[in-house]
C-alpha cells in the first residue's frame, strides 16, 4: 500500500491545500494529512478546529485521512510506513524553504522523497495568512476556502464576535 503524507499547519485550511490533497490522493493509496501540532506560537485556530475545518472539506475523498503529528516529520512517516511526502509550490519564493526542508528530512531518512506539486495558478496567491487577514477584518473568504470547511470556520467565529468587525484571534 503506497502511503503519501500531506504536513502542514493548516491554520486554516484553504483551497490551495484541497488542490494538492485531490492531486496527491490519486498518486497514493492512503493519503495522510499530518496537521502540525504546535503550528507556530499563536496560530488563529486551535488543532482540533483545524482538523476538524480539514475533515470537514475533504470529506469527497475517501482515500484521505486527517491526523496531528508532533516532532519531526520523519518520525511520523515511519510510524506511518510512509516514504514519501507530498508538498505545494506556488511560486519560486516557495523553493528555497521546502528545498532546505526536502533535503533536511532525506538527510534523517535517506528512504523517503518529497514530490513537489505545483499549485493551480488561480490558487497560487492563496495562503493560509491571507486568509487569515481577511477574516480578521471580516472580509469574504468564498473564494479561498472550500464552502464545507468556512461553515466550520463560520460556526467557530461566530461564538467570538465581540461585534467589533474583529474576530477576537490572532
Ligand atoms: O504549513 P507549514 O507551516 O509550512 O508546514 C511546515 C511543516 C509542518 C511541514 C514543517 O514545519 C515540519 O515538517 N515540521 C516538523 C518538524 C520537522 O520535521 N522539521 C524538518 C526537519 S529539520
Redesign the pocket.
Known amino acids: 500500500m503506497k502511503v503519501v503524507v500531506y ?5 486554516p485550511m484553504t483551497k490551495g491545500h484541497l488542490d494538492i490533497i485531490e492531486r496527491g490522493a490519486k498518486l497514493a493509496d492512503r493519503l495522510i494529512v ?1 496537521v ?1 501540532v504546535n ?2 506560537k499563536m496560530p488563529m485556530f486551535t488543532l482540533e478546529e483545524r482538523i476538524e475545518i480539514l475533515k470537514a472539506g475533504t470529506t469527497h475523498l475517501k482515500n484521505v485521512e486527517i491526523v496531528p ?1 508532533t ?6 512517516l515511519k510510524q506511518n510506513g510512509a516514504r514519501t511526502v507530498v ?1 505545494g509550490l506556488r511560486a519560486v519564493s516557495d523553493f528555497e ?1 521546502e528545498l532546505q ?1 526536502a533535503q ?2 532525506r538527510d ?1 531518512y535517506p528512504e523517503m522523497e518529497t514530490i513537489f506539486l505545483c499549485t493551480n495558478v488561480q490558487y497560487s496567491f492563496i495562503s ?1 495568512t491571507v486568509v487569515k487577514d481577511i477574516l480578521r477584518h471580516g472580509g469574504d473568504i468564498s473564494h479561498l476556502v472550500p464552502q464545507e470547511a468556512i461553515n466550520i470556520i463560520e460556526k467557530i467565529l461566530g461564538g467570538k464576535d465581540n461585534g467589533s468587525g474583529s474576530t477576537g484571534r490572532n
Open positions: 504536513p502542514g499547519s493548516f491554520d499530518a502540525l503550528a507556530n503529528f516532532g519531526l516529520l520523519v518520525d511520523f508538498k524553504y526542508m533536511a528530512n534523517l493560509s
